[in-house]
């Protein structure tokens, strides 16, 4: 592996030897503090994302996700709220002072999505659709890409490699759990891809535990886990009523085990000479 050339570039450490900071309201992903980027699997009403944001605005989280636009496995299941979702979001971000993350499934709706988001973010299903990642390539603002559930590391790497090839050099990868033969769990969380993908590139690393597992109760102990493995962050999703939810009702946590969530982290954090960026103050712009 030492002499072979490696078939990607901008993304690596031999590129580039600091590490990728993302700058964004409030806050930095990739800066050494652990980012939490909370919120719904999807934006279902008004009430439901409001309660949820300014719930995770007291505990200063600084990142919302929510898809407005969801990939679902069955054409049959709730597709989002789209444009209107989006607007919802950025509605209840704004007025927490909170950062934006959802999904963009098109490459038609690259510019209504960044219109609204903060951070766009490719979904495992997209991770190899070159056109939507060429089109991201050519946007000023940063894009979280997921693993696709049945990619290699190279695979992910040179689909980043798109994007920085394009022109956007803001790039978040998220390791969200790939396939393989287990079926106890949703997926299986591949957490040694974490320090190996710190070591070959200088880009920040976000683990979502929730896509990952696909049951609360192992949301803890994996976010605990990707802290040790070296991540930059975790991405979890949290609901006001998560029986009630339209999409990953089993995979997001109450109120009290987010809240259970942070405390964990914030011990384990500084276990590991880190903290938690819910710990940094929130700057009113
Ligand atoms: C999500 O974050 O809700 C989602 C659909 O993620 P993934 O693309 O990893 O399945
Ligand atoms: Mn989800």
């Not at 510019?111 to 490719?122: K, N, T």
Request: hydrophobic residues 40%; aromatic residues 6%; neutral net charge.
């Amino acid at each position: 592996m030492e002499n072979k050339r490696k078939p990607y570039q901008l993304v690596s450490r031999e590129w580039k030897k600091e590490n990728t900071v993302i700058n964004l309201k409030n806050t930095s992903i990739g800066n050494g503090n652990i980012t939490v980027i909370a919120g719904p699997c999807a934006v279902e009403n008004e009430d439901q994302i409001f309660t949820i944001c300014e719930f995770l605005s007291k505990q200063n989280v600084k990142i919302l996700r929510g898809g407005a636009y969801k990939p679902r496995t069955s054409p049959y299941s709730f597709q989002g709220l789209k444009k209107d979702g989006l607007i919802l979001m950025r509605q209840a971000a704004d007025k927490f002072n909170m950062n934006v993350i959802t999904e963009v499934m098109d490459t038609n709706l690259v510019d209504e999505v960044a219109q609204y988001a903060d951070i766009l973010q490719v979904g495992t299903r997209n991770m190899q659709n070159y056109q939507l990642l060429r089109a991201l390539s050519k946007i000023d603002k940063p894009v979280m890409l997921k693993r696709g559930m049945s990619s290699t590391m190279e695979e992910w790497l040179l689909a980043a490699e798109y994007i920085l090839s394009g022109g956007n050099d803001k790039v978040i990868l998220c390791e969200r759990g790939i396939r393989t033969f287990e079926t106890a769990t949703r997926n299986t969380l591949d957490l040694s891809i974490v320090p190996l993908l710190k070591s070959v590139s200088h880009l920040p690393v976000i683990v979502d535990p929730s896509q990952g597992t696909g049951i609360r109760e192992l949301v803890e102990p994996m976010s605990i886990a990707a802290v040790a493995a070296g991540a930059d962050g975790i991405m979890v999703e949290v609901h006001n009523q998560p029986e009630e939810a339209l999409s990953d009702g089993a995979q997001s946590l109450y109120f009290d085990q987010f809240s259970g969530l942070i405390n964990k982290l914030k011990v384990s954090t500084a276990a590991f000479g880190r903290s938690l960026d819910v710990e940094t103050e929130k700057i009113l712009s």
